[in-house]
């Protein structure tokens, strides 16, 4: 969406394919899925947000970039001059028994309303894997619903394994506080109508979320794309290594910061990274250079519900009880200037209400 309104400011013709024609705003799918504030908050309209663009609501399902045309999975073609890929990831399924057919996931906005019907008539929630989606889901859920006896599942020997440390604690003390059964170092064998089999030998019963991973599709839209981690490689103009008239943004690509550090799949990263592939597509269109950008990731901030959250800004930790009491507000700011971003005032002012929570 960053990408498309970047290239309308620079006159370009923009032709948009989603596969949904919505705009999922991710990171408020766990409140949504808790039950927490308007379920409108899990997506808007592309057709809304993004006048003046041409909006086809169907799949992408192949790309032929020496003919500069792309197929999509109801069989329309459509050519362009330049193309941005900005697919997203989508959640991991990996070869476990039962996965597939017996644990939900949190990565659509449709999973999250799937979620949100189940969650309140549950006796019991296994969330598996305590990354950040699986950590907020745990969070939110004990706070909307201390019915639900909620259970968090992790491979690792923490929580959070991949955020700062003062993060993960503190985190794992908010939750423990709402009986949270937190299990570290177990993996999943088995997942059945009944609940998760682990590789200690244990079942643990409920109502089974997987997140546990995810991955971008990079290799099957673009089958020759170099990639790192199924992510798409680009240079700092945001185009795709080895293709001049096309170019990739946020969770598909393999953006990189200072020191050439590969920066973690974030709206933070995948804004300014859609911006600047939206604009360097319409240069290239108009036979202009591309320019390179300035990516980099500020810093982390995880809602945990009940107006909690633990968040480190740069080296700044906002993890203790006092500075903690911040963490929520730079939440929510940062939720109401995205919604400025996407949809103007009248977006903001909509969802004001929901998104001011207090610690
Ligand atoms: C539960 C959750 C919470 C998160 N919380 C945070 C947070 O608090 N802060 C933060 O910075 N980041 C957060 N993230 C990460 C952040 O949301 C992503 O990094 C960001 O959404 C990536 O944007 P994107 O445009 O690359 O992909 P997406 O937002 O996933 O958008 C991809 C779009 O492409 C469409 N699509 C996919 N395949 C095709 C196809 N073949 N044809 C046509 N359309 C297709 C999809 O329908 C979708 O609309 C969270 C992610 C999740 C899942």
Redesign the pocket.
Known sequence: ?MAARAALERRAQVTL????G???F??R??TVAAGVGPVSDADAPLAELLPGVTLVT????GIDHHARALATADGRGIEWDTLVL?????ATAPSIPGLADHAWT???PDDARRLRALVPTAESLVVVGAG??GT?LAGEVAAAHPHVQVHLLEMADRILPSLPDNMADRAHHVLVDRRVAIRTGVSLDRVGPEGADLDDGTTVPGLVVWTGG?AS?GNV?LPDAPTTDGRIVVDRCARVSGHRRVLA????AAHRGPGGRLLP??????VRA?RLAGANAARIADGLRPRAGRLRHIGW???LGDGQAVAQVGPLPLADPVTGRLAPLL?DA?DVRHLLTVGGLPAAVRHHQEFVSLP
């Open positions: 969406m394919v989603d596969a949904d919505h705009h999922g991710l990171p799918l766990a169907d799949e992408v399902a900005a697919a997203g990831a989508q949190l990565r659509t950040s989606t907020q995810y599709n839209l943004a946020g969770d598909i799949q974030t709206a933070q990263v995948a859609g901030v995880l809602p939440h940062i």
